[in-house]
Nanobody, 118 residues
Framework: QVQLVESGGGLVQPGGSLRLSCAASGSIFSIYAMGWYRQAPGKQRELVAAITRGGSTNYADSVKGRFTISRDNAENTVYLQMNSLKPEDTAVYYC????????????WGQGTQVTVSS
């Protein structure tokens, strides 16, 4: 089993920045990729960004150029640096872990709220 714990959400003004962290523990050797999904009220959960064990990344078109995903293997932590935040980025952000390429996430964190508002 893998446990994922997010932190770093909060309230920020449009144009501001936040950094989310996701600390993994347990059977982390089994994780192929980690990433972030988000879910806004009334909308489906969507992929924001992901990073593989080898460091390959992918991003949703809506966040390219503004968000950066990275990982610290020594600390078993994945980060999401979010810059130039917009009101439409408001959502609950969930960290997740997948066991293989093309597989849906098997592990989820509890979520952290990000609110972008003036």
């Amino acid at each position: 089993q893998v446990q994922l714990v997010e932190s770093g959400g909060g309230l920020v003004q449009p144009g501001g920045s936040l950094r989310l962290s996701c600390a993994a523990s347990g059977s982390i050797f089994s994780i192929y990729a980690m990433g972030w999904y988000r879910q806004a009220p009334g909308k489906q959960r969507e992929l924001v960004a992901a990073i593989t064990r080898g460091g390959s990344t992918n991003y949703a078109d809506s966040v390219k150029g503004r968000f950066t995903i990275s990982r610290d293997n020594a600390e078993n932590t994945v980060y999401l640096q979010m810059n130039s935040l917009k009101p439409e980025d408001t959502a609950v952000y969930y960290c997740n872990g997948a066991l293989g390429p093309g597989l849906p996430p098997s592990y989820w964190g509890q979520g952290t709220q990000v609110t972008v508002s003036s």
